[in-house]
């Protein structure tokens, strides 16, 4: 069991590509790390140099295992000589553990084909991989691992248009759902995000280097300057013609852009604070997040003295709970200290030992621990920013309760998640859900978990909250089952694992 | 170089002891990961179980490496079969890297002598090394380590006292300095603490199981209530007659005890915030001391909205920050809002490549990224603990400067730190620090590090915000010079390194 | 630098192919580490069982690391748990270290398409893999690894034909070159050997379980009894039919069988001696390499006392030395001695330290040394089976002079080696072949290894020595340069290392 | 279970020391990789070079883990940097594995003490290591081993004697049992050997510089000359004094020198055959002793064809057999033949797997296989070494028997096992020596090998094959059961292993 594995969703992922930088695995390394909280188990690199013999190709080299970014790179003979080149991507991955064959699906993928080499790294879910899959495998096609990725390779690889750009295009019009991908081949680097632009993907420029990303933190890290997003809808090409005349030549993949599905969840939880994702500052949106939820969740019942302290979870409900803070003290009069009640630990190994019955209770307290002073005799509220399974936050409720807080309240900065997704991220099963455990019963939630209140934000206070200067159109198909693009049946989805 | 090497005090040691638990290393791993901020490098765990063949000798186990405890113990067949007992003790340890005789100084050590086994973990610094070691090589001693802590297993081995008990006073009146240790001997476990009380210790209880540590945090983990301190110049022993009765013998060290001096950069920088030592919990004092740095840093420049943007440098001087931005607020009347400025990253492997000269701004983005909005045209206060080397400061300050705030000041809840310590700190050498660089001269290290303004904390406000009902003795020499016990001369010093 | 690297062809694989065995990775395991002497970079095994869902198709594990055999697979949970199953292949390999793109060069290779999965491990160099690669490429397909046996699987995916065995056939037909393949699918094991027979491969049967191998040492070690060979041109599929009815179908690739063209190198160096590769043990035809080598030398220099003394280089040479001897003896009337001159050293680590100019002498002599008193004023006759680049054989002279013979002859069980091999076996490039540095002058390379005499076996001999009723065709290209299958010129093959 | 594990004594240590050498630690690794036979499982090497601020003081360095020397100290930087100096000892050793507290036992070991530093490498067994401890113990002695090599070193810091040499000659002194010892100091290299001179230890020369080894194929490997022995009863000193003039003094350990008593099973089968140890070629013993062995052994039954093959086990009884051969052919009139029957597998891994009954034949099986066509049909005799549980004879009869000869003979070039060694090998407890289980009854043990006959060498036959112009005296305990120098009782030995 991973120590750091609390219950939040897992899986997400985080794409880099740099172009035309001396040090192009370097700069991709230094912005994986930035992303790692996008993926924590594996992290691969495929850089790219000229070849000393034909002028068309480029030497290409990989290097992918399982880890974190800063071990798996930890070798600066690795980054510096066998990863040198001028341009690169890499991904980040959480995968779930198990079967070798599985290991095979680390990205970057890399490939050779008629056209010459091909990398590619993908975020997020297709969701026409079964019939994808099964068409290809008619035509003769070998499939070595079991994502759905590699579908996009191979589509490349068998189109009939002539340029790299038109291969792709072909490709992405015949797949369905959520990527935002990074692609290396002999030309240059490609980004591209699929109709409704589900995950982030950012443009940014470092000197004369251009850098492709999730997020923007991946810039900040490496003093690259934001330009713009890769739009939803669309292909950039970042090759030699753009060091020539700064122009990134840019091709729609449908000739129609539907309406966005912008993951709300990388708002909530996903994306870093200090991450701009899809036209907003994301600290922004998690503070007004949280000023909604004081004003939806109203006055706490009166103590004594008037005090109520509020509460964040360390690191992800922070600035969630600033924002609640203040509207709590402006709005219901109330004397609201903003404290650190919780302290988070900064040490997590890659296993964590806890033999026997108090596993989930020791795991808990094997990141967090209470300031006594803090909570004791105090009316607390804990802002956090969702609910999965419910079991961490039990945890920490009994956590808290033993410092003796006089009452505890919990405020959750986002409605119940009733549904899986769909689109790159790794909920546990429907059932599993505490909100669905629970049919959706607040006051029953409330009870399981243990708090004397509990207040989930709205849909509408979640939508209010995020920009809508942006296209207006969010996924939030995890709070409504509301999902903007059909799924492939789950029968078929079955058939799928038995390859893998 | 690590990447979590950031320019603080490196050294500095947590101990463990657990006595009469079924799972004692299971015990004192968790407590020691949660003591893990005072020592990264390595750490060990000796546990002990009754043996087979004799009534008086009981069967010790070792284990100990390089590494972070949850990574050096993640197996479940090491802590409960390999290290299975119902006593142990454990250390982690910050120990500079290089050759390998010092490898054999990662803690606890073991050793057999004429009265059966003996194990011990030591946390601080002894300052009478050279001539005891000098004293002992002469009686035909053999030094199998360069540590000073191997100087008290060999006294006690020499020790013509026929207790257990007797054998440690007797050997720990022979040495000077500072030390909490836990002791595992084949009767029970031994606590004990110089008369100084440089370091701090704690008694706490589980059930019928006994847990000695350094910090109360490491009682939290496993949820053992604290007792009380193990007192300055105090030594405890736990053993059946513990069980039996209920009580914890005790015995002074020397005859008289001193006046305490309390290492006061615990409630500065090291200990962690949910942690009560020295009387008082960690978080209350850290608020006082961001309390009345603001009384003595006084009014920032005006503006012309009149608001002052305050950010903590996570997570070290997160509730300093909370207490400064209060008291600004309140006695400065200013529109003050504590905002999350920096972003601190989770994600930190054992070694960070960053090669050339962009170095420490690399390692310095590894760990921080700024949260551009909070900052970008604002009046921005910054609060740190302490200021060492000012590398990591400066690299802060260029940080934040690219956010674009109009202003930055930094504020500092310590005094310039002067002299090195000699009781267990691993400072920089005194031509190092920032402040003898610039001989203490404010304005010249403001200028260096970049800042429109730099307040330090005085002496005074320090020492009035520490608690003063505890014996009010403080050890503040790495800000004053003043050291409360009289330390070997350097030349000897150098005599020693030879021998490792 | 390898320490076990000694001047001797490289790259020759071995491949295993265990059916209906409980414990089918367990037996694949044994196997390929008797085969350890063909390949020892690297290892791998697919295993496949009854899936729970389809039964038309099976669950595939597999596990492939560089290293030897007993290293990589050195944990009961992985052989008998990851890879449980009754079905298993298994390869072993000698890769060129470097980039990581080769890594993913290690087999056996694993993918699903269309008619289920696949799995294939490959002995031998196809020849026209310039050609099918271009072809292939064009038509849209994607390849992963830069060798030639990853056409042989995308052949078999595309095929029109209906039943594996057709499908197969097929991909067969269109390579030319050299093979011995293992191959694993959800109906069975099937083995092929290519038209010219260039690799052994045989089946053995063990109860009820069906096992084939490159050489029947790996059915020896689990005790399974030899069978037959795979036959030049042959496919055969072993599968619920064979269990049912003991048939072992077959299938002939070509519809004419050429000349077998049996690589003669195998029974000179390769091959183990205790297996029976060609229709006979090898140790008797290294016997007979030895003997009629001792014919064609003729007597050696009278010497005072009539004594030779004649060693082996252990192991390569043992048997054809004990021939040597005993002819010499018989034939030239010599008080010849075999003796045991040079030991050699069991204990062999991944890589050896020597810097600097002592290099080579260093590294013989950490594999072997001289017994003094056998060789010391001696005529000493040193026996050894071929000669590459002459480094190590030089080396040899010089520790062997060290001991004092009176004279020292060398004899060569093999003829000169004067042409790469382009069906599966890694010699040095033809420049550094010490035959043809000194254009066949065997008096000038006598010279240049520093020994009194010098005698290479004659084609003639060897091919006397082999045996004749088994089809009669062996490929003597690396000493005659007659190869049987044409090769794709080098100005292609540039354009592949182009790929990887 | 190690896969190289074999029914052999295990435990023997190999011992180096260089001096004067500006690569000491590089030569020591390649010394102690021609000792690995004496020991598989731990190696160490501590290294010494001048100081730069104490003309008195050296600095030491030291490396030491488990596994084999090539692997160990696979690190250029680590034999050429980190372990850098003039002067070095090391040590290789097979230990048990088990816990963490033995892993302190892996040898060299080092400490410092008033005189400076001091490292020792210890080949052999003391025997009053039980009162030694407890002396020591009650003198207030700390062990931080369970090993009696420890007790040596704290005596030597304990001495009263003014100079290294009579500090070490007055710890000699009181210890008893078997030693041969490199030491490192501030001053030289010293070496020594108790006075019975159990283990062998020999001294060379390599231009300038000397070298101490456990076997003389340790001074081949760097072309270093045989000088002479250490004799038993003497300490050297190598040192500055010895660079000056060419001596080496030396100096007596007891006033009297007793009848030596070296282990006769060294040359059975422990040190090399290509060694010289007591004053004779190991191969050339071994060779008398198959010779003898094959005269008491007297003629087989006679066979249709009157043809006999002899085979070997190889490598241990490889000479032995060859002496056997032509002592048989000549004086049995015997068409005999020495023949390579059984092959031997070079590829080891650290653990071989063999799940359920068929371990010990798989366990075989890796290791050795039959070559089919020398056995089948014909009347073999095997000839080994010794027998000590008679588990692997067991097995590899059976392999044997699997080849179908019509008769299988075995030949064994020692006496029976019947006692434990007490001065350095660790055979199998008195119980589990197959001679004692069927009490010496070689009918009984020879059905229970299931061979057709058995004979092992008589003591009168040992003692006559070896040389006795060296002093006269052997150790042949481990098959008389007398011991030159009495052993403390075993009731005592348990109290030690509670120490550990």
Redesign the interface.
Known sequence: MN?NQIDKPLCNCGVVGVYNHPQAS?MT??AL??L??RG?ESAGIVASRP?S??PD?R??????AHG????I????EL??D?LRGDAAIGHNRYSTTG???KR?NIQP??????AG??ALAHNGNLTNTISMR?KL????????T?TDSEII??LI???REVTTMGRIQDALRQVRGAYSLTILTDEGLIAARDPHGFRPLCIGKLGESYVVASET?AL????AEYIRDVQPNEIVLIDEHTLRTGEIRSMQIDDVTPRPAYCIFEYVYFA???S?IFGE?V??VRRRLGKRLAEEAGMLPATPDGKVVVINV??SS??AT?GYARVNETLHNADTR???GL???????????S?GQANR??KV??KF??????LEGQQVVVVDDSIVRGTTSKALVSLIR?AHPTELHMRITSPPITHPCRYGMDFPSKEELIANTYNLDIEAIRESLGVDSLHYLSVEGLLDAVPHDNGEGYCTACFTGNYPVPIETAANK?ALE???
Do not use: W
Request: some cysteine.
């Open positions: 120590a370097l390394y230094y790390h930035a790692q909280h924590q070849s013999t034909r190709r030497k290409f080299s990989i290097h992918k974190l970014v800063l071990d790179f930890a070798n600066e980054l510096l066998e079967s070798n064959i095979a993928f890399y490939s050779s084909y008629h080499n091909l099964s495998s008619d035509e003769g096609v070998l499939f070595q079991s390779l191979h690889a068998r189109s933190c900040d890290i490496i003093s870093r604070p200090d701009r500052p600290d922004k360390p690191d922070n600035t600033l903003y404290e650190i302290i988070r630990s900064h040490y997590v190994g890659r296993t964590f030992i033999p209770e020791f307290k094997t621990n209470t300031v006594r002073g803090v033993e079955m038995e390859l893998g």
